[in-house]
């Protein structure tokens, strides 16, 4: 099957449930503002020649700015790509990351296809949205923990900068000091970024 005949089916049944959970639907990129604001965003990927699709989805919190600092992008033009928080839907058929669905060989695998996803869907976008969706206090909890994992820096980075948008600069300064021994030694881009946070931050102190 090709992009058409799946497109059809994901208008059928995909779009409609992200429609009633509040998304507003531009060609393949689906977007919702929560309080706060918060931004969520669903794009779907393809890729015809490999006769494969992927929902990506990612989170924003637009008062960041942009992904590493910077001009934000305005939220009615925002990708999944310009958000801080992003993931994908898994299909798990190759393995356990796998986030590729087929397009199929007919109409009725296409159709099938497209069910899996559906049937996978509120699961894995409660986990990846829920934790994403209440600011500030669902922020800044989340902030709380990100030190206590393996986040990459340039993550803690992005945890630091929330926690000075809630106004707990002391997170900041933990998250920070978590995360510079952390960066790779050609990472001076991301290491000057952190260091410029912890300046700003105790210069607010």
Known sequence: MDRKTIASELRRQFFPLLTAAGFARMGDVLRRELDGPVVHVVEVQHRPRSAVFQI?????????????????????????????????????????????????????????SVAFLVSEWQRQADAFFGPLSDFPAGFHEQARRSSDGDLHPAQLRTWARVALLVGDRGLARRIVDVALPRVPERATALRADLERLLAENEGQA
């Open 56 to 112: 990506n989805i990612g989170a924003h919190l637009p008062a960041l700015g942009g992904v590493a600092g910077g001009d934000a992008v305005p939220v009615a033009s925002m990708r999944e790509y310009d958000c801080a928080w992003r993931g994908s839907i898994v299909s798990g058929f190759r393995n356990s990351s796998d986030a590729e669905f087929a397009y199929g060989r007919t109409d009725a695998e296409a159709s099938e």
